[in-house]
């Protein structure tokens, strides 16, 4: 019964770790919420599980609204995001319901475009370091002594403002006279995001059979702060970017459900899931001052896991199928005074590969003891 229930558990976590950065909308990339939480449903107190996972994508399809603009890579002047991301967290038991987390997102990014270095030749941004931190607690409602079957966690937490927001690049043929200079970065790579943010969970599953089981999440994150002050030059390319000149600091959110089978006692498993998230137009607290590209994407998310003993690795390839870039405050602004339709693109990803690894830390058995 405790081998299934971990099985159940560790694919519900791993089906709830990824945020896709979905290229130019700035969507960040989260494991989970708060760190590995689901893992600690079978930890109890005084047992920690340590995770590290990778992702990897390449954004470069264009889109206005839902359409997409298959010109721009005909003509070469798409615009293509290479993201690197290492995620490290460590979730702690504080009993049979409680547990905290923390978590510390590490990223390499590079930006290929025309437009960003004087139109007529292709250069690259780039930008690395560690990204925006964060620490929750998070609480299941049944103990999990006795939820075999079904369970479901409420995680709050806060994420610090540990990432660059200014990083910068060498722009070239931007300057006087076409002069290289150094620039801030494209918000989409852009380490962190320069807020203190709160964040909201819930993760639920049920088992429906020997090997069959649901799952389901929500996340969401608020940052109450409106812009971070750092420059976009956008202005520099059109007048009616002005609005556009600082960066904002914007809200996201993600939605998951799907199905786990497990087999082989049960050592392998295999998910089948899809995927909602995105960058809203407005956020919830706070002001919508500021350059974001608002933007959405809906995801088939295929997974499988490897479980022995206290490791566990885990592949998941998100395939996106739905995204949709629609207009921002600015967009709307702009065609409400000049009558004319307005509209800003965004580049998105095909697909992604994440790649991780969880150890248990501790006597697991002696955990569930209090």
């Known amino acids: ?25 700035a ?15 079978q930890t109890g107190k005084g047992y920690a599980l340590f995770s590290a996972n990778y992702r990897y994508f390449k954004s470069f399809r264009h889109f206005r609204g839902t359409h997409e603009e298959p010109d721009r890579v005909t003509n070469g002047s798409e615009v293509i995001n290479y993201s690197h991301s290492l995620d490290l967290n460590l979730t702690y038991g504080l ?15 590079e930006r290929s475009s025309l437009y960003e270095h004087g139109g007529a030749e292709r250069y690259s941004s780039y930008s690395k370091g560690l990204g925006d931190a964060r620490i929750g ?8 002594n006795t939820a075999h079957d079904a369970n479901m966690s409420v995680n709050l937490g806060i994420k610090l403002p540990t990432g660059t927001y200014g ?19 494209d918000q989409s790579i852009q380490p962190g ?6 964040t909201l969970g819930l993760q639920a599953f049920k088992q429906l059979g020997t090997r069959l089981s649901v799952y389901g999440s929500g996340f969401y994150l608020s940052n109450p702060k409106e812009t971070n002050g750092t420059r976009t030059f956008r202005e520099t390319l059109s007048p009616i970017l002005e609005n556009e ?9 993600s939605l998951s459900a799907g199905l786990n089978y497990s087999f082989f006692k049960p050592s392998l498993t295999l998910s089948l899931g899809g995927r909602f998230e995105g960058i809203p137009v407005k956020d919830v607290i706070g002001g919508d001052l500021g350059f974001r590209r608002p933007g959405m994407a809906g995801s088939l998310d295929p997974g499988i896991i490897f479980m022995k003993d206290q490791l566990m690795f885990t592949l998941n390839v998100p395939v996106v199928l739905y995204r949709n870039r629609p207009q921002s405050l600015t967009d709307l602004e702009t065609e409400q005074l000049t009558g004319l339709p307005r509209a800003g ?6 697909y992604l590969i994440n790649f991780g690894l969880t150890i248990g830390l501790g006597n697991k058995d002696k955990s569930h003891q209090e």
């Open 1 to 25: 019964m405790l081998r299934k229930l971990l099985a159940t558990v560790l694919l519900l976590t791993v089906s709830y770790m990824h945020v896709l950065a979905q290229g130019c909308v």
């Open 27 to 41: 969507i960040k990339h989260f494991s989970t919420c708060s760190g590995n939480p689901n893992s600690s449903l």
């Open 95 to 109: 009993g049979n319901r409680t547990f905290l987390t923390a978590n510390l997102p590490i990223v390499y990014n």
């Open 137 to 144: 607690v998070g609480y299941w409602l049944k103990d999990i």
């Open 167 to 185: 990083a910068t690049s060498t722009f070239y043929n931007v300057g006087s006279g076409g002069a290289d200079e150094v620039r801030p970065v």
């Open 193 to 198: 995001d320069g807020g203190f943010g709160i």
């Open 245 to 253: 000149s600082i960066m904002s600091v914007t809200d996201q959110y």
């Open 345 to 350: 693109d965004a580049a998105f990803a095909d």
